[in-house]
């Protein structure tokens, strides 16, 4: 109690919680709890991956594919691009703006 405010004590993991409602996960909160044991004691920063290529992960093989050709663009006259049903919307289609 900070100022005479209490707030619930189950802003997390209530059923009207944090992981209730956006999660809809019955285990998030247990999983947070495991994932922080180690806060404060292990950085994980040197299990981080560093992204080669400024695209949408669904686009990394196309592109590497593209690029292990080895032809100069003038070569290419068409790529056809098979992406998972649902992803069109991200990685293909142009938004409205």
Known sequence: MR???????????????LFGLYARDPVAADRLVALSDDLGSRWHLADAAFKALPCW??????VEAVAALDLPPS???????????????????????
């Open 57 to 62: 992960h669904f686009l990394h093989p196309f």
């Open 75 to 97: 070569r290419i006259r068409r790529i056809l691009c098979r992406v998972p049903e649902g992803q069109e919307q991200i990685i293909a289609l142009p938004w409205a703006r």
């Open 3 to 17: 100022g005479g405010i209490t707030g619930a004590p189950d802003v997390f993991e209530g059923e009207r919680g």
